[in-house]
Every structure is written in C-alpha cells, then in structure tokens.
C-alpha cells in the first residue's frame, strides 16, 4: 500500500496560540505529522502545554557504550572483522587433536589482541564522556523571571528559557536571537566547529526584539514561536515568531546554534531547542566508511595470500597422503615413527585420505600467521591519499589559502600599484633562481607604519600594502586622484565589518578575511570605517587641505552575504606483507622437507609472538616516520605529488615483486641454515644440530632478516625507528631467555636451547651472519640497479640532490 502522502504547510500558515486560541486538540495532531510541531513559549518554560509536550532535557551524550552494553557490544564490534573470526576459529579447532601447537599459544595472542583493542575503544569512549560531562557543565546566564540572570548549567536549560551569552562563550542551545550589544541586534558567530568556516557568520535579530537588551525589556517579553521539528539541516530554517499579536517571519539569519561561538560582546536569546534535538546533535551520525584505493589493494592481496595458504595446505596435504599410504606395506613401515596401533583416527596412516584431509586443516592452522588482515583505524583511514589529488575543486580563494588575505596589489584606472610581491611571485621567484630558498620574500614587502597612519595601530595589525605613489595622502597627486578616491571609498563602504569594543580598544570582526583585508588597507590610505547602523555606513576619510578626518555617512541599499561550504577527508597507511610470507613459506619448505608429517618448524609460542612482539613496531615505525623528502622539496618538485596520483608505488609489479622477494628470502633462509647447521658437528662436545636448534636458528634468521629489510626500505632514520627495529631484534633473544628458563613441560623444544646450545656455538652466529646477508642480497642488487639504470622520478631528485651537496672538486691543470 502506497504511503499517505502528506500535506506541505507554508510558513505563513503557522499561526499563534497566544493570539489565535487553537479550536481543538486536531491541530496538534496535523502539526505533529506535516514536521511543523514545534511550539516554544518564550520566557515561560513552566507553560503547561510547553511541559505537556515533554521536551528534550539540555543534556547530550556522545558516548559509543554503556556500562552494560560495553563488553557484548565491544565484542561484537571486534568479531565483525574477518582476521579475528580466522583466530577465533583457529582457537577453538587447537583445543582438538588436529592442533599441532598447545591452545594457550593461540588463545593468548587472540585475548591480547581483542583485550588491547576493546581498551583502546573503552579509552576513546571515556574520552567522550569526560568531554561530554565538560560540556553538560558549563556555565550560562539564564532569566530567572525576577529582573536578573543567574547562572546555571547547560544541562539545566530547558525550552523557553531566555539566556545571555558573552563574548568567545559557546551557544549553549539552538538560540533565537533577540537582541545583541549592537543597537541594530547584529552579532558575528564563529562556525568552525559545525562546518569548518574560520570566516565569521553575520546573524541579525528581528527589528521587533532588538530593542530587549536588558533585564527590565525582557521582564515584560512574551512570546510564541512555531517552527520545524528538530532536523539535521545547518543551512535552513522555518519558523514565526508571535509577538504583540503580530506573526513575523524568522529564517536562518536569527538562529544561533549550539557549539558555535559568539564573537561580539553579549547577546539575548531564547532557546529552541536543547539537547539531542539541536542541529549539531541530530548531525551526530557515525561516519561513512571511507576507503582508500591503498586500502581497497590491500583487500585484494589479502585474497592472494588466502588462496595461497589454501593452496600451499592442499598440496601438502595431498603429498602427506601420498607419503603416508607408500609409508605402509604391509607389516613394514618406512619410517620407525609410524605406529599404527597407536595412533587416532586423525592421522591414522592406514587411512591415508581421511589423514590427508585432517593434515589439511591442520596446516591452515600452521600457517596461521600468513593471512594478516591489515590494521584499521576507525576515524582516519584515508591518510595515504593526501597529496595524490587529480582535481582541485574550490569555491574560492580562501580553501587553499587557509582563509588567510593580505592586500597586496591594485589596479585603478589601467595602473597597477602596489610594490609587494604576492606568494605565487615569491615562489616562482625561487624556483627561477632570482631569490635564495633560505630567503623570505615576503618580509620586505611589510611596510613600516609611519607617524600619520591613521589609527592603523588600533584595528590589530597592518596590510602589507606598500606604495609611495598613494601612500599618505599621495594619492590626491596621481593623474586619476578621483578613480583612486572612489576605489577605496568602495574598499570601504561594502562590506559586513563590524567594529567592537575590547578593553577599551577598538577592533574589526568581519565574516571574511578578504573583507578585514579590505577594510584595513583602505584604512591606512585614509578611508578608515567607523560605525555602522541597520541602514547606514559612516567612515572618516582624510582632508589633507584641513588636515583632519572628515566623517561621512553612507545610505545601505542591500547586502550580500558571504557563504559557502565544502568537505574533508583523511585516512592513514603502515602495511608490511613481505614479513610474513618470508616467515610463512619457511614453515611449507620445512614440511616439505619432513614429509608433510605435520610436524610444525617452530614452538609454539615462536609462532604466536612473531607479529606481536618480534616484526610488528619496526613496521608502524617505517610507515609513520619515513621521510624520503621534506616539505620544501615536496613544494621544490611537485612532480613527486604524480607518483602517488599515477600508483606507481603501490602497483601490481610492486606488490608482486614483494611477494617475489620474500619467497626468495624464505627459500635463502631455509637452505642455507638446514645445509649449513645439519651436516656437521654443531658443539664443541661433536653433538650435531638436534630439532630445538634448527628451530632457533631459522627463527633468528627470519627475525634478522625481515626486520634489516625494513632498515635497508627506510630513507630518514630517526631514534625511534633505531630503537624499534633493533630493539625488536633484543627482544627476541630477551625471549629466548626468559621463556627458556621455564619448566620444559611449559617451553618443551626451547627449553635452554638458546643458552646451551645456540649461544655457545660460534657456527649459530655466523650462519646467522651468512644466511642475512644473503637474504638481503637480492633486495640490494635489485635497488641498486634500479636506482642506477632505470630510476624512479624520485630517484632522480634524490641523486640531484647529492650532486648538489657535494659539488666536484676543481682539477688541477
């Protein structure tokens, strides 16, 4: 059944209950469905249809979670990725005898992973509170009905209530504005934490209420308002306000709303709505997912290294049934190991395809560590994308100069005046060679205030316009004084300042900084404003014959506001695969070496702190602190900028040659070791290499190995990136320690391995020496080649860049 349409109401149709009684409780109701409800008694919160109505209390919460709810709803957040679902299973199926690892090896690392995360979420929504308590809080002048104001909290406000709100306080709640500390009800709010804008919004109240600026005017204030129902809109608004049985009109211009701030001395107002019913609020959604083209790749490789696992699991499992059914011929077994009679239904080896198929699953959870899903931060998952723009869309010149306007130049009647250089002109300026890059252009275009600047002091600082010719009064000599004078008599005149009065000083707030730019530098040419009304604009302009400033006033015909609004974005980018498939693939060549028995290369725990402690920090310190160029360069050479844009980064040869580099380095790795170590006495007593040491020393080399990678991938080291890549190197043998000391019921095949086996043996610490430099040697070659024969476009700045901080010395003739 098609929805009841419903039926559109005009603003002019809202009609007072104050001066036109309603007729029957039906008129509610219609209000109620056409979103057109909402009535305020102004300076009677306590009416009894205002109370009927059950407004929203003042108090607004942001918080994500509950006391009761935190820990299923932060469970459930965590389960909703696809990486902890893998673990979680992982866990359940390694507390069976398909698991070749005990089950608290799996399950620590999963609870740490979770247990840090919902902390990192617990913290952020404490966060949110504590800001929320603050905000609930704060103080606010409100009409007690008995000629004054007395302060009380936000949280206390409630609909009706008239408050008073002083210069840099936030709006406490969606105001109407009635009366300001200008005559003509004017005020300048500051919006930027609703949308963004460092320009400041003019907001007018009606000429009706301007005249209640103070305690006795608002005793006797009584009114009704009818508008919209609570609604996310920013940008509009619909209402009337009823006042001496009179309707007028009320729109966006006399709505104040809350979180932004007022930047004129104080104003009136009464409140609309409160709480979780004002715009801001009711703008309070949770953020679309915003995925970046880094991130979405990495998705897909993710997929890439799945099938891999899937397929490196089926080929050893279909070579293990194979191995196991050959194992058996008759009563002969090949292998001493194989006991049939002791064995489960798991891997029986006399049914050999019901064994593969459990050796299957079994080796999804050996190589546990290859799928890593990349780690998502939930508010800035965009990062990487910065500098990689191909369209810049802007609505004028304050997005991209950060709403930041000085008056440099002009040009009256065809001449051009002005002697300063804009940042465009500097900029070229440098590139060209003709100023220093040590050296800012800019600070000789500031031109010294002399002694008959008018009032420039006063009004906070001085243009950088700078020009003899027109300067001081000059302007009168110049072939076309009166194009000149008309010029910044218009520079003047148009526009929305105000002027405010501080501690005695007198200052300028405008909307925009084109308009303070404006004002202020026609000003010190001698066309200074001074005061505007509701219909007129008086300056003083400069009469050199009398020596003196002459105010003129100025009839205002219409304004044209200043408006606009534009979006942001962000994200952040870290992710290492090449890791994990070198350490992933050591383990297949280990089974393939052993048979496919199923027998895992390493303990338990080894596996389970791989990502956690031993790899994981040096990568967060390549991607956050690397630094191939600085923020000079990058503005020097924009052509870096293309390298982002044009993915010639992070493309497919890219990736592939990554995950190239580190199958190569897992094959170096597990034949030099097992070649080098097995062969040959390993101790000074001649006993040779048992498991335990194997399993120590190609767990070193991969450790060394990857997390020297990461060094030779860094282009700017600092301490922190020094202290997380070898720190995690000494931590792996703290471990190895720490964990070889327990009982060998808990460490089993690390039991002392390190301190009385490896560590005495002088071939362990150059098998380690050999193994990673030959892992290393590949990456090295490839780069150097790179960088010599076929380099990159910042290859090519970077050895520029060398050339020139090491010149060629002069030969001696």
Known sequence: MPPERKERILPRELCSSACFPRTSREEHVRNGVIGYSRVVYCNDPDNPDAIRRKYRRNYVSTTKYTLVTFIPKSLFEQFRRVANIYFLVVVIVSFTPLAPYSAPSVLLPLIVVIGLTTAKEGVEDWRRWKQDVEANNRKVQVYDGNHSFRVTKWKNL??????????????????????????????????????????????????????????????????????????????????????????????????????SKLKTDHIYGVVIFTGHDTKVVQNFTDPPSKRSKIERRMDTIIYVLFSTLIIISLVGSLFFGIQTKRDINGQKYRRWYLRPDDATVFFDPRRAALAAFFHFLTALMLEKDRPEFPARTRTSNLNEELGQVNTILSDKTGTLTCNSMEFVKCSIAGVAYGRGSTEVEIALAKRRGEIPHDVDGSSSNVPTPSDDTIGAEKYMKVSKFSDERIMNGRWEHEPHSGAIRKFFRVLAICHTVIVISVSNKEFYEAESQDELAFVRAARELGFGFFRRTPTSIEI?????????????????????????????????????????????????????????????????????????????????????????????????????????????????????????????????????????????????????????????????????????????????????????????????????LVYGSLSPTITTTAYKAFVEACAPS?????????????????????????????????????????????????QNS
């Open 158 to 259: 409630r609909v009706g209530d008239v408050v008073k709100v002083q210069l840099d306080e936030y709006f406490p709640a969606d105001l109407l504005l009635l009366s300001s500390s200008h005559n003509d009800g004017v005020c300048y709010v500051d919006t930027k934490n609703l949308d963004g804008e460092t320009n400041l919004k003019l907001k007018q109240a009606l000429e009706v209420t301007a005249p209640l600026n103070d305690e006795e005017s608002i005793q006797n204030f009584e009114a009704v308002i009818k508008c919209e129902d609570p609604n996310e809109h920013l940008y509009s608004f619909v209402g009337a306000l009823y006042y001496h049985c009179m309707q007028y009109s009320l729109s966006l211009k006399q709505i104040l709303l809350r979180d």
């Open 540 to 736: 003083h302009e400069l009469d050199r014959t009398k020596g003196e400033e002459v105010p003129r006033v100025y009839k205002l015909l219409h304004v044209l506001e200043f408006s606009s609004s534009r979006r942001r974005m962000s994200v952040i980018i870290c992710y290492f695969f090449y890791k994990n498939i070198t350490f992933g693939f050591t383990l297949f060549w280990f089974e393939a070496n052993a048979s496919f028995s199923g027998q895992p290369a390493y303990n338990d725990w080894y596996m389970s702190c791989y990502n956690v402690f031993f790899t994981s920090l040096p990568v967060i310190a390549l991607g956050v602190f690397d630094q191939d160029f600085s923020a000079d360069q990058c503005l020097e050479y924009p052509e870096l900028y293309q390298e982002g844009v044009k993915n010639k980064l992070f493309n497919w040869l890219h990736i592939l040659g990554w995950m190239f580099n580190g199958v190569l380095s897992s094959i170096i790795i597990f034949f030099f070791t097992t070649r080098s170590i097995t062969s040959q006495a390993f101790r000074e007593d001649g006993k040779v290499a048992d498991f335990s040491v194997l399993a120590v020393t190609l767990y070193s080399c991969v450790v060394w190995a990857v997390n020297c990678q990461m060094a030779l991938s860094i282009n700017y080291f600092t301490w922190i990136q020094h202290i997380f890549i070898w720190g995690s190197i000494a931590v792996w043998y703290a471990f190895l």
């Open 762 to 810: 002088i071939l362990y610490w150059l098998v380690t020496l050999f193994v990673v430099i030959s892992a290393l040697l590949p990456y090295f070659s490839c780069r150097a080649f790179q960088t010599r024969f076929r380099p990159m476009p910042h290859d090519e700045i970077q050895m520029q860049d060398r050339r020139r901080a090491c010149p060629r010395r002069p």
